[in-house]
């Protein structure tokens, strides 16, 4: 599982530099992070299969075909919603089970974030976080050398 929580945190890092919105403390290797940051990371990586799976799809060593591809971009978009609310539902669980609690503003010190609302609280643009998060499924799991297919 590290190997997969690896690549979700190389995958974000490299976005957040990209977009220029990387918090300091995030920018090294996976296993040079914070504690929290560590299981904040497995956790995302132990939600994917989960996440997959409620689409008919599962992780499997390898680099995926053209088709293989396709067909996983296809299949996630198909289910966009479901999963993205699955993504933010098992995001909130781990967050509560860590301690954290809803406020109106985010506050890492006091463990409290605006966020930790049902899914469809959301704005549209708070939802496409984690429609995105789903989206880069395939980027992540080809950072880990495992491709998405379907799982019959």
């Not at 290797?29 to 997959?52: G, H, T, W, Y």
């Not at 939802?127 to 799982?151: G, M």
């Amino acid at each position: 599982m590290d190997h997969l929580a690896a690549a979700v945190h190389d995958f974000y890092r490299a976005l957040g530099k990209t977009q220029g919105c990387l918090k300091p403390h995030h920018d090294g290797d996976f296993v040079d992070l914070a504690p929290f940051d560590q299981e904040s990371n497995r956790a995302a990586a132990r939600r994917m299969p989960a996440i997959l799976a409620l689409a008919g799809l599962k992780l499997e060593p390898g680099h995926p075909t053209t088709e293989e591809l396709t067909r996983a971009v296809e299949r996630l978009a198909f289910h966009q919603d479901l999963l993205a609310e699955a993504e933010h539902d098992g995001w909130m669980d781990w967050h509560f089970d860590n301690g954290w609690s809803r406020a109106d503003t985010r506050d890492d010190a006091q463990q409290q974030h605006h966020l930790l609302v049902s899914y469809d609280r959301l704005t549209d643009d708070e939802r496409n976080e984690d429609r995105d998060a789903i989206r880069n499924y395939p980027e992540i799991a080809k950072l880990a050398d495992l491709k998405i297919v379907p799982s019959t």
